[in-house]
Structure formats: C-alpha cells, structure tokens
C-alpha cells in the first residue's frame, strides 16, 4: 500500500499488503500490484485441521502445551519465537529496509534500527517514530521526504509454510480514535507462484488502523476477490490496547480467523478463472508484522493528531502443522 508505494508488505514477507478500511463497514483495497513490485526484491505444507483444538496437560513441544486436532492426531510446532534475549533472532526473521526494497507504505519509510525493531522483555516491539524534520527516505530507483520511520519484519527466506494453525499474541498502541497509525499481523507468498499481487495471495490475519482502533481485519487478497465479502468487519476488540491472540486456522477449502479462541469470520475464496480454489492459497506463506503510518491524504491520512512515537508489541508468534 504506497506511492511506489507499496502498501503492506515485507520482503520479510516477500511483500506484504493489508487493506485499508473506508469506515466501520467498508473496507478498501490496497495499491494496485504494480504497486508492489518493490516488495518482491526481499529475499512446508502442513496437515490441515478445521477446529479449535484441545489441549493435552501433560505433553509439551517447542510451542509450549501439545494441542490435538479433532480428529485426534497432534498439532505439530513448526515455528515458535518467544522474543526471549534482547535482540531479533535474525535466524528467524528478516527485517523490512525500504532503502533496500523500495517498499514503503503511507509516509512511512521502513528502516533496520533499534528505534523502529527492538526485542527485550520477551517481547517484540515494532514502532513508527516521527522526527523533528523531514527526511530524505533512499529508494533504489529515487528518494521521498518523510519525518515517519517505521518497522516491519517477516519470516520469508527463514520460514514459509502451507495450511496449518498460524497464532500471534499481541497488543496495539492506541483505543483512541484518531488517523494516522496502521499495522498488525498478515502473511505472504514465499513466491510468487501465480503471477504478481494479487495474483499470488496475501492473508490478512488482523489488520489494524488507529481510526478504527477498536476493528480488527481479516481479509483475503487474490485475483476475483469481492470486498463485500473476503473481509471480516465482526472481529472486535474492547480493549486493544491489551494482549489478545489473533489465530488463522487454514485448510485447503476455508479460512477461519479468530480473537482470543472466538471465531470472528471465516472465508472459502473463489478465485477468477484460470485459477481454481485452493489457489492461490495452496503454496507457503510467511509472518509479517508491521507499524507504520497513513498518507497524507485520505480517510486514514496522519496528521499532527496522530499520536507517534508509537509501537505494536508481539509476545509470540508460533505455527503448527
């Protein structure tokens, strides 16, 4: 989502991109996907299940208690980060450099700095800072003036994985309803198998922004899809200023997104011919986390009431196969 600018995305992640919501009803789709290209420079399948799980008490894996599928069999861990120590464990993610891949989003220019990607306390913090200037943000090809640095990091390269149970725990940084913020948790194509964005796919797991603080966005993005109906407008938080689980339990014939443990929205996508469900979602997908900002302009546009420094924590981020 940008002006190259790519609106979500990581090469973390390959290239990241979650929507935009026009009001407490609507939501609008991201930058076109030429938009995108930018993203792309970033350098498993799993046994699917339908159901919330329940849990063994007395085996463990890496993920923590062992969580069993209806059918019975054992979730697998396949990916589980804590945030323990005080830096990013760079073996298991990559972190977004808009200087690098020229992706960038709203005024936000993504920088590799303590500042905007930090880890201590068993959490990750992930921030948008506005400094007292402007600032001249480098792009391969050019250059854009911004006062926004943010952060955004992503899994690709490191891990990718098809179906399964993906699960982030997290808090955003403002309930007030003011412009301006955007961020959350959204994954992308390893490759991109199908064509550019949206061809390949991108799965928004819970999308955020500050003018809606209190709406969480699920959303799928493909070639044929229908606003009215591949995104969640039911995934509420009363307090999202506080911890809560944001879950995707995917299969080759649904998606279903919830909130703390609590089924929110669930989605069988039809894709435009010649692709046929489950493309494009049938090959793997990463982690991507972000903060950033808006535009300048428009119904999210940040301005002076937009409250920065500000940062997204993430206590863990795990996946099951």
């Not at 290209?37 to 463990?60: I, Y």
């Amino acid at each position: 989502m940008l002006a190259v600018v790519l609106l979500v995305a990581l090469a973390l992640v390959g290239g990241f991109a979650p929507v935009g919501a026009t009001g407490e009803g609507r939501v609008q789709d991201p930058l076109p996907p030429g938009d995108r290209a930018a993203l792309d420079r970033w350098g498993g399948t799993a046994t699917p299940a339908d159901s919330a799980p329940t849990t063994s008490r007395a085996a463990r894996n890496r993920c923590g208690k062992v969580l069993v599928k209806p059918n019975g069999r054992r979730w697998r861990c396949s990916f589980v980060d804590n945030f323990a120590g005080t830096q990013l464990n760079r073996d298991k993610w990559i972190v977004q450099q808009t200087h690098e891949t020229g992706f960038y989003t709203g005024l936000t220019c993504y920088q590799d700095d303590p500042s905007t990607v930090a880890v201590g306390n068993g959490k990750l913090r992930v921030s948008v800072r506005k400094a007292r200037r402007e600032f001249s943000c480098r792009l391969p090809g050019g250059r854009f003036s911004t006062p926004y640095s943010g952060g955004m990091v992503g899994t690709r390269t490191k891990f990718s994985q098809t179906y399964g149970r993906w699960e982030v725990r997290a808090k955003f940084p403002t309930a007030k309803r003011v412009s301006g913020l955007h961020g959350g948790y959204w994954m992308y194509p390893f490759e991109q198998t199908y064509g550019p964005w949206p061809e390949s796919g991108e799965i928004d797991v819970a999308e955020w922004w500050s003018k809606f603080p209190r709406r969480i966005i699920p959303s799928l993005h493909f070639d044929g899809r229908d606003r009215r109906v591949d995104s969640g407008r039911n995934c509420l938080v009363p307090k999202p200023t506080r911890f809560h689980t944001y879950r995707l339990l995917w299969t080759p014939k649904v998606m279903r997104f919830f909130v703390d443990g609590r089924q929110c929205f669930k989605r069988s996508w039809q894709p435009r011919l010649p692709q046929r469900a489950p493309q494009p979602f049938d090959h793997p997908f990463s982690f991507i986390l972000h903060l950033g900002v808006g535009k300048a302009g428009g119904p999210h546009k940040v301005t002076d009431r937009t409250k920065v420094p500000a940062t997204f924590v993430v206590d863990y981020a795990k996946a099951w196969r």
